[in-house]
């Protein structure tokens, strides 16, 4: 594998046409240079979740090829499902995820946005890292009202394209493109059948309401499994770590009388967060992370002639 | 890297000349499909361990190679070190890291034992898993003696060599070659200046006297440091994971009035033993090691063209 590597995770509007999935899918499969790590169609949200590993040109033209089979078969006029979207391609968040800083992710979330409105005549809002306007960080605001206000909206000037328009796509909107740290997504399931419990403790751990710093959370029920949830995501975890997530968790919930059943972690995690747990866990001083032998054979040169 | 890997850790009986270590470690440098991770010369015992990893045709050259400058140099006849020893090359371990099972590094083993000993004239004894005689398993019993004692013994019909002999080498003596599981190095400290409390916990943890499987333990005293110290070789964490261990040895210091200050992991440590107790301590319920970021990475295949 390459030294310098972005994941990108772009959405698309659709989770129900087996074939337009193969469609969109397809541009990411057998391309040097791009891993499809994994793909998770929605019928309820009619969305479409794909998380790939890349460099940064194989996998803007692997992006590309699948945005023009998204916006030739999706049209959003007529689309319907339960997660707020604006465009067929909703959003593509770029992630630093080796040999590359946010710098380089926001630099190739901007580049790549310029062409892609160019190209697709798609006109996309710039969000977090790399938004443009400090309004746009947060991709609520510029999701706001979905594609039906937008439509309507977009010759505001607050709410004008960065790249292309003036207009929306007549049938496939608009794309959000932007730059993110990688995100854990933490779950903590509690033995409470009151999901204002999970809410009360989810307000009281999240970065917003003045809790843990880069921790978002929101508190659900899980009826079939008659427990409560607190459903965490972790933008950073060299600033909290998921152990500090689950103490303050635990600690909430013994004040009313809860207790954690258990955790999952949903996706992919970094190594490096897991590692850091353990040897927090087991006592051991001066612990490098050069001393994981699986971390360290990643790391070594490709320079092995590959014997049979 | 390639997807069929060992491990292998040759110990040679030279920690003091830096130009004849330097000719030993030479050929392990820059070679395709051999990656030098680590090498480390004590005076004291006047003996260099290597850490390789790499594939098994070129990791065999690279030994050999590496074998031809050790056994000219070194001349056991003269040679004095702390540490007990055969020969010039004392022990060549292989341990099945990747693609490969412990039968594979069984018949590594043997056969390049075979080789060996018909290229160097050092004759061979084979040990731990790749040990022809159940008494050889034990490489302690190999090296009874030492090199004094054994060039004695050696046509005594018991201490006959594998491969290679009837005698030993004059100067180089003979090698011990053996296939065995990646070993974890833990060390566990304790507040207190009673080697006599570190070497009975040691006696009640470990495999030999009864305690827990995969363990070897022993206890010493960390002079300087006011400490004892219970010095752990985990040879199986999916048997004994490390938590246990230390969970055991804080109880039985507890019960001795003291108490772990804190742990050291020597040298490598697959990530998976780390993951392991992270998911444990964190609670998290149905865990997989494909979830790990950096591992799968690892494991995607080398079909990239590289870009820039």
């Known amino acids: 594998m390459s030294r310098r590597l972005y994941e990108c995770v772009p959405n698309y509007s659709e989770g129900r046409r087996k074939e337009v999935i193969d469609r969109i899918v397809a541009p990411f499969r057998s391309r040097p240079g791009v891993h499809l790590l994994d793909h998770l169609a929605d019928a309820d949200h009619n969305r479409l979740v794909v998380t790939l590993v890349g460099q ?37 968040p770029f992630v630093p995820l080796r040999g590359v800083a946010m710098a380089d992710a926001v630099s190739l979330a901007r580049s790549f946005a310029e062409r892609y409105a160019c190209e697709t005549c798609v006109p996309v809002y710039l969000y977090e890292e790399a938004a443009l306007r400090p309004e746009r960080r947060n991709l ?15 010759s505001l000037p607050e709410r004008a394209p960065d790249f292309g328009g003036p207009g929306l796509h007549p049938s496939a909107g608009a794309t959000a493109i932007g730059a993110r740290q990688f995100l854990i997504a933490f779950n903590i399931n509690l033995d409470s059948a009151d999901a204002g419990l999970a809410r009360s403790i989810a307000r009281t751990i999240r970065a917003s309401s003045g809790g843990l710093p880069c921790v978002k959370a929101v508190g659900v029920a899980l009826a079939d499994r008659g427990l409560v949830q607190v459903s965490v995501n972790v933008t950073d975890y060299r600033v909290t770590s998921l152990h500090q997530v689950l103490q303050m968790v635990r600690a909430e919930a013994a004040r009313a009388g809860a207790r954690v059943v258990e955790t999952e972690i949903y996706g992919l995690v970094p190594a490096s967060a897991l590692i850091q747990e353990a040897a927090r866990d087991l006592q051991v001083a001066g612990f490098d992370e050069a001393q994981v032998l699986d971390l360290r054979l990643a790391d070594l040169p490709d320079r092995n002639g590959e014997c049979p």
Request: glycine content about 6%; hydrophobic content about 50%; overall charge neutral.
């Open 56 to 92: 940064a040109v194989p996998l803007q033209e692997a992006l590309l090829e699948s945005a023009r089979a998204a916006i030739s078969a999706i049209d959003l006029r007529v689309h319907q499902g339960a997660h707020p979207r604006i465009g067929a391609v909703d959003v593509i």
């Open 140 to 154: 609520e605001a510029v999701r706001k009202g979905q594609f039906e206000t937008l439509r309507r909206e977009v």
